[in-house]
């Protein structure tokens, strides 16, 4: 038994581990060395980087068992700046200086079982001092568990509790122990990591890991030696590595690797002391930032009197900067914000006593402070403001900057709160405005750094939202909500809910605007706390009795705060119910955008809107304009982690007929974070009433009183209350309002004011006269932007890893411009006077922005800096010098400048990747090596074979060289330099301007590192530069300056006559015209284009006998292939029957050949060719033989068009005719229905195979060509082009008029030569053919180049245009028309483009614009079918199948695109075709008045025919008026009462209706009488046949029309009222939309509140709704019996088990008292029950009862006539 026992314990002894806890003998001391460097760059080699490198010998011994000192001997910094790893690490003297005076004194620490617990070392050591040696006790830091050899878990080390993972291996024979640790710096519990200018940047909850830029890891490998002391480190090794990739690209990555060694050299048998220096405590292993922020990354600055510092900054900026910007001046702009910031405020306000009397100082200085984003620096702008010292302006800009750029921690928010309350603010509301929004963005900034915000950063916001509550002031309530939305803190949501309906009561009083405003600001708040804001908002968006706008805005906050499935079907239930189809549109619109949202944060909401969208019904998504909608667009790119997304909210009000409110916003998304860019929102309210005020006293016509009483008759009734005028806007960036701007009634009527008045009258017209008289001068020199982003980590050396991103951009206009008026400008000038006047100006103006960009990785601290920058700037300068003379009552403007003396580079952009080192013992002196070398070694691909002979090898280069093509044929060069590897990209582009002495050049230098790896990282890496540049060019003569001269009305002939008369005086002596027609066709040399054209025409027309000769004097390539002989004589090439649609077609001709021939059919389509049916029939019979499938080609690209094949000579001769006229229909199927291609392949409900019938083609006939002296049974019609060139219209407009305007460009020459360009417009707008030509031609002789466009109007039906261009107008040329017919029997327009010939380099940029096409037609959701269709044309039909619903057919050259029933904006006119022959001239408004014609359909028409009534809002129902009842049928329910229509039964029939209007001051009477209408105006009888009444007062009109009376009141709101005893019809303004009133509705698109009763509320059925706007009369006085009253349910209910009485809660018509019904109708009510046993009555509860509660429905009969044989009267 004892043996058993002896070997379990030696089993278990050795079982157990070794103590591998790693400590230090007590009495010993250990030498270690140590070896640390960091190295920033790219990952591959060869390229540059930069770096630093720390050895030193550190020692190591004991003074207690858990406490040691540290002494760290002999340091040695080194740096590098080179070629890794060609070239060395260099020794740095000075840094090495500087970190040895901190070195030499020890530090302590304390270490047990592996643990380093807190570090101690000497008073006042630097914190890059300490923060080395936590890097070099990093090493030391290990934690050993004694049962696991593998193991994870979170261990603090230098960069905060991190995720490690250990190994550890153990060698027992020698005692030795090897652990490795592994630290995941992506996964930390605790990270250490500071950051600037990210406050608005929001993490995304989804796939944070995966999305990160920045990642990293660190390694560590650890040797331990056991003994009987205990176990000791031998060796430690670390590497790390950050990576940053800016697109997320995999390989696309800049790298920092930081590697440490620890050696022990020697154990020394020495106790260590205790040192005699006092010593302070510095925390434990994390990293320690600094309190102050570290210099910026880009430069070096001496802090050491720091005011000297900053006065030489000043001057340096503002001598160096006053003619340009200087190249530094980013950089001396970013210094002086880095002396700001160390600067204290005393500081401040003594340089500020040196320049406060220097304007250009002063803004420098202010804008540097402003920059600082620093306590001291808010100190002293608020010590500015307090004293009074700055003007309006620099105020405003000062504070702006101050507060959104400043740190925002405890020191900084009561600086920012008292700057905010201090009086010169408050007395100002745009400061107060700006301050406000600043101070309250620095809450929520400090606050994002805060676990509970503090609730006296919050109070001053707060106090403000209570003052303005108690007092009732909007304008401060909108400025709280938006202060409060700034901050975004949970803590203000109660103050919110003041504002909103859902738990105050008093907010009824509160405007629509305001609530929306209240909404607005819980946005912020629901990021933090996102289940609150849910829950306020759901209830408003489904309570149906607030503002349609205000649920919309609630429904949009809601889909922000992301909200789950549960809730979204909630909404989407709401809108299943909702009667408000604003409100319905809007959630449906807002649902389906993010449903098709692909940005990754949004993918669980889009995928829950998708599934709620199966909830709705689709209808409301064809719902029109007038309803409220959300429309997004956005990409993401999952390759490079980024997106963006764009969303607009456009919501309507009933009351308006656009939208009422517009609100767009951008959100970016890079690598798991999200960021709102900008958004702007634009609110309009009760706007219409302020542009159609009328100036007519409403209120004061005797009507407006009776219809005030006919009001108080209908029960209810209330006028719409009105709307306060209110125009008001906001912008935002990054999520923070910067800005708002509310114009209302006041502001509106002082600006009117101001534009009205005189100029004495007015200071700000009198300042703006009197600067013109004495001319405007000065320079001005701005920063205006300053982006600073910063983030940085810490290494496992201890140096900080910082990425930065610095923008800067300066603005910079020097002004001098000088005028004079003729006649001058005296202090009562109007505007009206400048049309009489000549202004002469005198201008030297130079603009310039320069943007400066610089990223930066690496190593910054006080003391070094060694980084990777990539820098990039841009400076645009556009000096506009001119003189300029307008002379506005002769309609001629002439300017003068100055040709181009030297180079003048208008964008310069740069763009450079360096290695840069810099340390402060060297200041001024940086080593800066780019990143991508000189000799950096190519890619395999690009180096060229070498063969061994020389002669060999420079015959290869020369054939290589030549058998590259050339992309770009004008005047531009790349060239690829292969010098020893590095790739350069050189491109020049110039356009020579030789009249003007000038050339305008594009140059572009690149050198990239896209040989290694072609990602975006690497293109960036390298060298590029971009110019955009004026240079002078070499001419004859040199050019004195350039002029422009603009000549308009009857003085541009004789103006263009004088230029060219005064070049060539000569030629007026000899000129042997003597009309101004004539010289003007010579010198715009006219008559050449037309005989050119004239010339090819003839030459065409001569040879159409042969096909074969026709095509050969056609221009073709005679080696191309002819037509076979056995075509016969008589068939002619336009006799195709090819089919486009058959899949065996091969291009049978040359594409040279192919263009000329194309080009000859287009410039004569109806050359005469006509061929006879048997010919016809017999080329068609023979189709499928090869020989005339060849000949098909050629006719195919002569006539542009091709048709299918037809069986029968009947189908044949039409597609000739087709083919005749080119500009009908070139590809569609045959009429024949057996022999269609289309039919059989794609069945018969495809629209593209619907052919397009021409309007034109069936008004104007064919008709025979003359002299074609031919015998045919078939001829031929014209083509377009035929008809356009009918004789009785002139080929040139000026053969019948003169120019209208003529502009000329020249250079005036010292040789007294003009040189450049003459534009003539011709137009001829008065005939009933409308036409405009326009030509550009050389003022030179010796230049036959021109450009010539003509457009006409042919007419009603038909228009078209043409553009040529080349030598006299016939190289090149694109035409186009426009024509309407009937496309598958629906109305439709065809537009045509064709393009004969085009330049190259034009067919090159279409060529790529086209490859997008398919793509682009499938996101818009177009079908697409492959087909071969004309070579070079492009048709567009679009056929319109309902009022809002088109089909669309694209036909491109070898594809058709298609789309049925998409949906239009807007409803558009659908009416009866009127022949062109009845349209009076001039025939172009059909083509002009087509957007009135668009409004006039969008006016709301309601209608009364027999019993059916059809209201504004389109609704149709049926409805008989009892008889001698007037009802109201359309009234203006504004509080101006303009007008009231009443209707009832004529006396005559049942059928027939009568009329009364009540509008201004006049009472009209319309009834029937023996057939005709009968007209009384204030009782007073008009003749009955034509009538023609013109009131004296306000425009009101009535006249006859048909068999009826048309009534036009267009200042009254009534665009038309038309009644004949049967219809009526009347068509109010657009300005009415939800101002009106009675059975025709209230115009405001709420079809699903269309019975809508005086009471407000909506009628059950069509039958109460009518009954409602019964006009009640007093008892036997008026002929109308019946009245409404309250009745009683006759049955008792069981209403929850109790026996109930019921009262109506709506009035029924009953006949008066003592009159009994005749005729009833059954209606249905909502009742009110009571207990069947309480006392009440009908009569105790009538005047309430509207106000109950509806318990149930039930129907009762209505009586709708009466039998009054005993009334009372009494009643």
Same mark, same amino acid.
């Given at each position: 038994?004892?043996?058993?026992?002896?070997?379990?314990?030696?089993?278990?002894?050795?079982?157990?581990?070794?103590?591998?806890?790693?400590?230090?003998?007590?009495?010993?001391?250990?030498?270690?060395?140590?070896? *640390?460097?960091?190295?920033?760059?790219?990952?591959?080699?060869?390229?540059?980087?930069?770096?630093?490198?720390?050895?030193?010998?550190?020692?190591?011994?004991?003074?207690?068992?858990?406490?040691?000192? /540290?002494?760290?001997?002999?340091?040695?910094?080194?740096?590098?700046?080179?070629?890794?790893?060609?070239?060395?690490?260099?020794?740095?003297?000075?840094?090495?200086?500087?970190?040895?005076?901190?070195?030499?004194?020890?530090?302590?620490?304390?270490?047990?079982?592996?643990?380093?617990?807190?570090?101690?070392?000497?008073?006042?050591?630097?914190?890059?001092?300490?923060?080395?040696?936590?890097?070099?006790?990093? %090493?030391?830091?290990?934690?050993?568990?004694?049962?696991?050899?593998?193991?994870?878990?979170?261990?603090?080390?230098?960069?905060?509790?991190?995720?490690?993972?250990?190994?550890?291996?153990?060698?027992?024979?020698?005692?030795?122990?090897?652990?490795?640790?592994?630290?995941?710096?992506?996964?930390?519990?605790?990270?250490?990591?500071?950051?600037?200018?990210?406050?608005?940047?929001?993490?995304?909850?989804?796939?944070?890991?995966?999305?990160?830029?920045?990642?990293?890891?660190?390694?560590?490998?650890?040797?331990?030696?056991?003994?009987?002391?205990?176990?000791?480190?031998?060796?430690?090794?670390?590497?790390?590595?950050?990576?940053?990739?800016?697109?997320?690209?995999?390989?696309?990555?800049?790298?920092?690797?930081?590697?440490?060694?620890?050696?022990?050299?020697?154990?020394?048998?020495?106790?260590?002391?205790?040192? +005699?220096?006092?010593?302070?405590?510095?925390?434990?292993?994390?990293?320690?930032?600094?309190?102050?922020?570290?210099?910026?990354?880009?430069?070096?600055?001496?802090?050491?009197?720091?005011?000297?510092?900053?006065?030489?900054?000043?001057?340096?900026?503002?001598?160096?900067?006053?003619?340009?910007?200087?190249?530094?001046?980013?950089?001396?702009?970013?210094?002086?914000?880095?002396?700001?910031?160390?600067?204290?405020?005393?500081?401040?306000?003594?340089?500020?006593?040196?320049?406060?009397?220097?304007?250009?100082?002063?803004?420098?200085?202010?804008?540097?402070?402003?920059?600082?984003?620093?306590?001291?620096?808010?100190?002293?702008?608020?010590?500015?403001?307090?004293?009074?010292?700055?003007?309006?302006?620099?105020?405003?800009?000062?504070?702006?900057?101050?507060?959104?750029?400043?740190?925002?921690?405890?020191?900084?928010?009561?600086?920012? #709160?008292? /700057?905010?309350?201090?009086?010169?603010?408050?007395?100002?509301?745009?400061?107060?405005?700006?301050?406000? /929004?600043?101070?309250?963005?620095?809450?929520?900034?400090?606050?994002?750094?805060?676990?509970?915000?503090?609730?006296?950063?919050?109070?001053?916001?707060?106090?403000?939202?209570?003052?303005?509550?108690?007092?009732?002031?909007?304008?401060?309530?909108?400025?709280?909500?938006?202060?409060?939305?700034?901050?975004?803190?949970?803590?203000?949501?109660?103050r919110i809910l003041k504002f909103l309906p859902a738990s105050s009561s008093s907010t009824s009083e509160i405007p629509t605007h305001i609530q929306i405003d209240a909404i607005m600001a819980l946005r912020k708040i629901a990021r933090k706390d996102p289940k609150p804001v849910q829950a306020s908002l759901i209830q408003i968006l489904a309570d149906q009795s607030l503002p349609p706008e205000v649920r919309m805005m609630a429904c949009a906050v809601i889909f922000e705060t992301r909200p789950a499935l549960p809730l979204i079907t909630t909404i989407a239930n709401v809108a299943m119910k909702e009667s408000s189809l604003q409100v319905a549109s809007f959630v449906y619109s807002h649902m389906k955008a993010l449903s098709k949202s692909r940005l990754p944060y949004m993918y669980n909401i889009s995928s829950a809107c998708n599934i709620a969208l199966k909830l709705l019904a689709p209808k409301l998504d064809r719902l029109s304009?007038?309803?409220?909608?959300?429309?997004?667009?956005?990409?993401?790119?999952?390759?490079?982690?980024?997106?963006? #997304?764009?969303?607009?909210?456009? %919501?309507?009000?009933?009351?308006?007929?656009?939208?009422?409110?517009?609100?767009?916003?951008?959100?970016?998304?890079?690598?798991?974070?999200?960021?709102?860019?900008?958004?702007?929102?634009?609110?309009?309210?009760?706007?219409?009433?302020?542009?159609?005020?009328?100036?007519?006293?409403?209120?004061?016509?005797?009507?407006?009183?009776?219809?005030?009483?006919?009001?108080?008759?209908?029960?209810?009734?209330?006028?719409?209350?009105?709307?306060?005028?209110?125009?008001?806007?906001?912008?935002?960036?990054?999520?923070?309002?910067?800005?708002?701007?509310?114009?209302?009634?006041?502001?509106?009527?002082?600006?009117?004011?101001?534009?009205?008045?005189?100029?004495?009258?007015?200071?700000?017209?009198?300042?703006?006269?009197?600067?013109?008289?004495?001319?405007?001068?000065? @320079?001005?020199?701005?920063?205006?932007?300053?982006?600073?982003?910063?983030?940085?980590?810490?290494?496992?050396?201890?140096?900080?890893?910082?990425?930065?991103?610095?923008?800067?951009?300066?603005?910079?206009?020097?002004?001098?411009?000088?005028?004079?008026?003729?006649?001058?400008?005296?202090?009562?000038?109007?505007?009206?006077?400048?049309?009489?006047?000549?202004?002469?100006?005198?201008?030297?103006?130079?603009?310039?922005?320069?943007?400066?960009?610089?990223?930066? %990785? *690496?190593?910054?601290?006080?003391?070094?800096?060694?980084?990777?920058?990539?820098?990039?700037?841009?400076?645009?300068?556009?000096?506009?010098?001119?003189?300029?003379?307008?002379?506005?009552?002769?309609?001629?403007?002439?300017?003068?400048?100055?040709?181009?003396?030297?180079?003048?580079?208008?964008?310069?952009?740069?763009?450079?990747?360096?290695?840069?080192?810099?340390?402060?013992?060297?200041?001024?002196?940086?080593?800066?090596?780019?990143?991508?070398?000189?000799?950096?070694?190519?890619?395999?691909?690009?180096?060229?074979?070498?063969?061994?002979?020389?002669?060999?090898?420079?015959?290869?280069?020369?054939?290589?060289?030549?058998?590259?093509?050339?992309?770009?044929?004008?005047?531009?060069?790349?060239?690829?330099?292969?010098?020893?590897?590095?790739?350069?990209?050189?491109?020049?582009?110039?356009?020579?301007?030789?009249?003007?002495?000038?050339?305008?050049?594009?140059?572009?230098?690149?050198?990239?590192?896209?040989?290694?790896?072609?990602?975006?990282?690497?293109?960036?890496?390298?060298?590029?530069?971009?110019?955009?540049?004026?240079?002078?060019?070499?001419?004859?003569?040199?050019?004195?300056?350039?002029?422009?001269?603009?000549?308009?009305?009857?003085?541009?002939?004789?103006?263009?006559?004088?230029?060219?008369?005064?070049?060539?005086?000569?030629?007026?002596?000899?000129?042997?015209?003597?009309?101004?027609?004539?010289?003007?066709?010579?010198?715009?040399?006219?008559?050449?284009?037309?005989?050119?054209?004239?010339?090819?025409?003839?030459?065409?027309?001569?040879?159409?006998?042969?096909?074969?000769?026709?095509?050969?004097?056609?221009?073709?390539?005679?080696?191309?292939?002819?037509?076979?002989?056995?075509?016969? #004589?008589?068939?002619?090439?336009?006799?195709?029957?090819?089919?486009?649609?058959?899949?065996?077609?091969?291009?049978?001709?040359?594409?040279?050949?192919?263009?000329?021939?194309?080009?000859?059919?287009n410039k004569d389509a109806s050359s005469s060719m006509s061929s006879s049916k048997s010919s016809s029939s017999s080329s068609s019979s023979g189709r499928k033989s090869p020989v005339h499938h060849s000949h098909g080609h050629h006719s195919r690209y002569l006539n542009g068009s091709s048709s299918s094949s037809s069986s029968s000579s009947k189908s044949s001769s039409h597609h000739s005719h087709r083919h005749h006229s080119g500009h009908l229909e070139g590809d569609s199927s045959s009429s024949s229905s057996s022999s269609s291609t289309y039919s059989k392949i794609w069945g018969d409900d495809e629209i593209y195979q619907y052919r397009f019938k021409s309007a034109h083609r069936q008004e104007f006939p064919k008709r025979k060509i003359p002299g074609a002296g031919r015998s045919s049974t078939y001829s031929s019609t014209r083509s377009s082009h035929a008809s356009s060139r009918a004789a009785s219209r002139p080929k040139?407009?000026?053969?019948?008029?003169?120019?209208?305007?003529?502009?000329?460009?020249?250079?005036?020459?010292?040789?007294?030569?003009?040189?450049?360009?003459?534009?003539?417009?011709?137009?001829?707008?008065?005939?009933?053919?409308?036409?405009?030509?326009?030509?550009?031609?050389?003022?030179?002789?010796?230049?036959?180049?021109?450009?010539?466009?003509?457009?006409?109007?042919?007419?009603?039906?038909?228009?078209?245009?043409?553009?040529?261009?080349?030598?006299?107008?016939?190289?090149?040329?694109?035409?186009?028309?426009?024509?309407?017919?009937?496309?598958?029997?629906?109305?439709?327009?065809?537009?045509?483009?064709?393009?004969?010939?085009?330049?190259?380099?034009?067919?090159?940029?279409?060529?790529?614009?086209?490859?997008?096409?398919?793509?682009?037609?499938?996101?818009?959701?177009?079908?697409?079918?492959?087909?071969?269709?004309?070579?070079?044309?492009?048709?567009?039909?679009?056929?319109?199948?309902?009022?809002?619903?088109? +089909?669309?057919?694209?036909?491109?050259?070898?594809?058709?695109?298609?789309?049925?029933?998409?949906?239009?904006?807007?409803?558009?006119?659908?009416?009866?075709?009127?022949?062109?022959?009845?349209?009076?001239?001039?025939?172009?408004?059909?083509?002009?008045?087509?957007?009135?014609?668009?409004?006039?359909?969008?006016?709301?028409?309601?209608?009364?025919?027999?019993?059916?009534?059809?209201?504004?809002?389109?609704?149709?129902?049926?409805?008989?008026?009892?008889?001698?009842?007037?009802?109201?049928?359309?009234?203006?329910?504004?509080?101006?009462?303009?007008? /009231?229509?009443?209707?009832?039964?004529?006396?005559?029939? %049942?059928?027939?209706?009568?009329?009364?209007?009540?509008?201004?001051?006049?009472?009209?009477?319309?009834?029937?009488?023996?057939? @005709?209408?009968?007209?009384?105006?204030?009782?007073?009888?008009?003749?009955?046949?034509?009538?023609?009444?013109?009131? #004296?007062?306000?425009?009101?009109?009535?006249?006859?029309?048909?068999?009826?009376?048309?009534?036009?009141?267009?200042?009254?709101?009534?665009?038309?009222?038309?009644?004949?005893?049967?219809?009526?019809?009347?068509?109010?303004?657009?300005?009415?939309?939800?101002?009106?009133? *009675?059975?025709?509705?209230?115009?405001?698109?709420?079809?699903?509140?269309?019975?809508?009763?005086?009471?407000?509320?909506?009628?059950?059925?069509?039958?109460?709704?009518?009954?409602?706007?019964?006009?009640?009369?007093?008892?036997?006085?008026?002929?109308?019996?019946?009245?409404?009253?309250?009745?009683?349910?006759?049955?008792?209910?069981?209403?929850?088990?109790?026996?109930?009485?019921?009262?109506?809660?709506?009035?029924?018509?009953?006949?008066?008292?003592?009159?009994?019904?005749?005729?009833?109708?059954?209606?249905?009510?909502?009742?009110?029950?009571?207990?069947?046993?309480?006392?009440?009555?009908?009569?105790?509860?009538?005047?309430?009862?509207?106000?109950?509660?509806?318990?149930?429905?039930?129907?009762?009969?209505?009586?709708?006539?009466?039998?009054?044989?005993?009334?009372?009267?009494?009643?």
């Open positions: 038994m004892r043996g058993i026992i002896l070997a379990l314990a030696l089993t278990l002894v050795g079982s157990q581990k070794f103590d591998i806890d790693p400590g230090f003998s007590s009495r010993k001391s250990h030498l270690y060395s140590y070896e *640390g460097w960091v190295l920033n760059g790219l990952q591959e080699k060869s390229l540059a980087k930069a770096g630093v490198r720390l050895s030193s010998k550190v020692e190591i011994s004991a003074l207690s068992d858990s406490t040691y000192l /540290l002494k760290i001997r002999s340091p040695q910094f080194e740096e590098f700046n080179g070629i890794w790893p060609r070239d060395p690490f260099t020794r740095s003297s000075k840094i090495t200086q500087v970190f040895s005076s901190c070195f030499t004194r020890p530090f302590k620490f304390e270490y047990s079982s592996g643990r380093i617990g807190n570090i101690y070392g000497p008073e006042d050591c630097p914190d890059v001092c300490v923060n080395i040696v936590r890097g070099l006790l990093n %090493m030391l830091q290990i934690t050993v568990k004694k049962s696991q050899n593998v193991y994870e878990l979170q261990e603090a080390g230098i960069g905060g509790v991190c995720h490690t993972r250990y190994i550890i291996q153990e060698d027992r024979k020698n005692s030795r122990v090897s652990v490795t640790k592994t630290v995941d710096q992506n996964n930390c519990q605790e990270k250490v990591t500071k950051s600037v200018g990210m406050a608005y940047l929001y993490p995304c909850p989804v796939d944070i890991m995966k999305g990160r830029l920045i990642k990293g890891t660190a390694a560590f490998s650890y040797k331990l030696k056991q003994s009987d002391s205990g176990t000791l480190i031998t060796e430690v090794v670390s590497q790390q590595v950050y990576q940053i990739s800016p697109l997320s690209e995999p390989t696309g990555v800049a790298v920092m690797e930081a590697r440490q060694k620890l050696t022990l050299l020697e154990v020394r048998s020495e106790r260590g002391s205790a040192p +005699d220096i006092s010593m302070q405590s510095y925390g434990s292993l994390r990293y320690h930032f600094s309190s102050a922020l570290t210099q910026m990354p880009l430069q070096l600055i001496k802090t050491k009197n720091p005011e000297q510092r900053i006065v030489e900054t000043l001057q340096h900026i503002v001598l160096n900067n006053q003619e340009d910007f200087h190249d530094d001046v980013p950089y001396r702009f970013l210094e002086l914000v880095q002396l700001c910031r160390i600067t204290g405020a005393d500081t401040l306000e003594s340089i500020w006593r040196q320049f406060s009397d220097k304007p250009r100082y002063r803004r420098w200085l202010l804008s540097a402070v402003s920059a600082t984003g620093t306590t001291e620096a808010l100190k002293f702008i608020k010590a500015r403001i307090r004293n009074d010292d700055l003007s309006y302006l620099q105020t405003l800009l000062s504070v702006s900057f101050a507060l959104h750029l400043t740190k925002a921690d405890e020191d900084t928010v009561p600086i920012a #709160a008292d /700057l905010m309350t201090s009086s010169r603010i408050q007395k100002s509301p745009m400061l107060q405005q700006v301050a406000c /929004l600043g101070y309250s963005s620095v809450v929520n900034r400090y606050c994002s750094q805060t676990s509970a915000c503090p609730k006296e950063a919050l109070q001053p916001i707060h106090d403000l939202a209570d003052e303005a509550i108690s007092r009732g002031r909007e304008d401060k309530m909108k400025l709280a909500l938006k202060c409060i939305g700034n901050m975004g803190e949970p803590a203000s949501i109660k304009y007038r309803y409220s909608k959300v429309m997004h667009i956005g990409g993401y790119f999952d390759n490079y982690k980024v997106g963006a #997304a764009g969303d607009v909210f456009v %919501m309507n009000s009933p009351g308006t007929m656009f939208p009422s409110a517009i609100i767009s916003k951008m959100v970016a998304y890079s690598a798991g974070s999200v960021a709102d860019l900008v958004e702007v929102g634009v609110r309009v309210e009760g706007l219409t009433d302020v542009i159609m005020k009328r100036n007519i006293p409403f209120a004061e016509y005797p009507t407006y009183k009776k219809i005030k009483e006919i009001g108080k008759a209908l029960l209810g009734w209330k006028e719409l209350p009105t709307e306060t005028p209110l125009i008001s806007a906001y912008l935002k960036l990054f999520g923070q309002e910067l800005a708002y701007v509310n114009i209302n009634k006041e502001v509106l009527h002082q600006a009117m004011k101001t534009v009205l008045e005189p100029a004495d009258r007015n200071t700000v017209m009198k300042k703006i006269a009197s600067q013109i008289r004495n001319g405007i001068a000065g @320079q001005w020199t701005q920063p205006v932007w300053l982006g600073e982003l910063r983030y940085i980590v810490p290494t496992c050396t201890g140096l900080p890893l910082e990425y930065g991103s610095y923008t800067t951009a300066l603005a910079r206009a020097a002004v001098n411009v000088d005028g004079k008026m003729t006649p001058p400008l005296t202090g009562d000038f109007k505007p009206s006077q400048l049309l009489e006047s000549t202004m002469q100006i005198r201008s030297d103006i130079n603009p310039s922005f320069y943007i400066h960009m610089v990223a930066t %990785m *690496g190593i910054n601290t006080d003391y070094f800096q060694h980084a990777v920058e990539i820098q990039g700037k841009v400076l645009t300068r556009v000096p506009m010098k001119f003189d300029a003379k307008i002379d506005v009552k002769l309609k001629n403007i002439k300017i003068e400048t100055n040709p181009c003396h030297e180079e003048t580079e208008i964008v310069v952009g740069r763009h450079k990747a360096f290695a840069v080192s810099r340390n402060i013992g060297e200041l001024g002196v940086e080593k800066r090596t780019s990143i991508l070398p000189e000799d950096v070694p190519s890619s395999i691909v690009e180096e060229p074979f070498k063969p061994s002979e020389r002669a060999s090898s420079e015959g290869f280069t020369m054939q290589a060289a030549d058998s590259k093509p050339r992309k770009h044929a004008y005047s531009s060069e790349e060239d690829l330099r292969h010098g020893t590897g590095r790739k350069t990209h050189k491109r020049d582009i110039c356009i020579k301007l030789h009249h003007f002495g000038c050339q305008l050049c594009f140059s572009r230098r690149s050198q990239d590192a896209t040989f290694l790896k072609n990602t975006y990282l690497h293109k960036f890496i390298g060298e590029h530069e971009a110019k955009i540049a004026l240079m002078p060019v070499q001419t004859d003569a040199d050019v004195d300056k350039i002029q422009m001269e603009i000549q308009a009305g009857s003085r541009a002939a004789s103006k263009i006559i004088h230029v060219v008369n005064s070049e060539s005086e000569e030629e007026d002596e000899t000129s042997p015209y003597e009309d101004i027609q004539a010289k003007l066709k010579k010198i715009l040399g006219i008559e050449n284009v037309f005989k050119a054209a004239n010339k090819t025409r003839h030459q065409k027309k001569q040879p159409s006998k042969k096909g074969n000769t026709m095509l050969t004097e056609l221009g073709a390539d005679p080696k191309a292939k002819k037509p076979s002989s056995s075509s016969s #004589a008589s068939s002619t090439v336009s006799s195709s029957s090819s089919s486009a649609a058959s899949p065996d077609r091969k291009k049978a001709v040359g594409e040279d050949e192919n263009d000329q021939v194309k080009q000859a059919r040139f407009l000026g053969d019948v008029k003169t120019p209208v305007l003529a502009v000329f460009l020249h250079g005036v020459r010292n040789d007294k030569k003009i040189g450049g360009l003459q534009l003539v417009v011709y137009a001829d707008s008065d005939s009933i053919r409308p036409r405009v030509q326009v030509f550009v031609s050389n003022l030179t002789d010796s230049s036959k180049w021109k450009l010539c466009a003509d457009a006409s109007v042919l007419n009603a039906h038909k228009a078209m245009a043409y553009l040529k261009w080349g030598r006299n107008c016939q190289d090149y040329k694109i035409s186009t028309e426009l024509v309407t017919g009937r496309f598958a029997a629906h109305p439709a327009v065809q537009v045509k483009l064709e393009w004969p010939k085009v330049p190259s380099s034009v067919r090159s940029i279409a060529e790529w614009f086209y490859k997008f096409v398919p793509g682009a037609a499938f996101m818009l959701g177009f079908s697409e079918k492959m087909d071969k269709n004309p070579s070079r044309q492009a048709r567009v039909i679009v056929a319109l199948t309902s009022p809002r619903t088109c +089909d669309v057919v694209v036909k491109l050259p070898d594809m058709i695109l298609y789309e049925k029933a998409m949906r239009l904006p807007l409803p558009l006119p659908v009416g009866p075709r009127i022949p062109a022959s009845e349209l009076q001239p001039p025939i172009w408004n059909v083509f002009a008045e087509a957007p009135s014609a668009v409004l006039e359909n969008l006016k709301a028409c309601c209608s009364v025919s027999h019993n059916k009534i059809t209201t504004f809002n389109e609704v149709q129902f049926n409805y008989t008026m009892p008889a001698n009842c007037y009802h109201v049928l359309a009234q203006d329910c504004s509080s101006d009462l303009k007008f /009231l229509v009443m209707m009832r039964n004529a006396e005559e029939a %049942m059928s027939l209706k009568a009329i009364d209007i009540k509008l201004g001051s006049h009472e009209i009477d319309m009834y029937p009488v023996n057939g @005709q209408v009968k007209l009384l105006v204030d009782g007073v009888e008009s003749p009955t046949t034509n009538v023609s009444y013109i009131s #004296a007062g306000a425009p009101l009109w009535i006249h006859s029309e048909k068999q009826g009376l048309v009534l036009v009141a267009p200042a009254y709101g009534i665009e038309k009222l038309y009644f004949d005893g049967y219809t009526f019809r009347i068509q109010v303004a657009l300005w009415m939309a939800g101002k009106m009133c *009675g059975m025709c509705g209230k115009y405001d698109a709420e079809c699903e509140q269309e019975y809508r009763m005086p009471n407000g509320y909506v009628a059950k059925d069509a039958v109460s709704f009518g009954h409602s706007w019964i006009l009640e009369e007093k008892p036997c006085t008026g002929a109308c019996k019946l009245r409404r009253s309250f009745v009683k349910l006759e049955k008792t209910v069981q209403l929850a088990g109790v026996e109930s009485k019921c009262y109506s809660t709506e009035p029924v018509l009953r006949c008066m008292k003592g009159c009994s019904a005749t005729k009833t109708t059954p209606v249905t009510v909502g009742f009110h029950c009571l207990p069947a046993d309480s006392a009440t009555s009908l009569t105790d509860k009538q005047t309430k009862l509207d106000q109950k509660s509806e318990d149930m429905q039930d129907t009762v009969e209505a009586h709708v006539a009466c039998s009054c044989e005993n009334e009372d009267c009494s009643a």
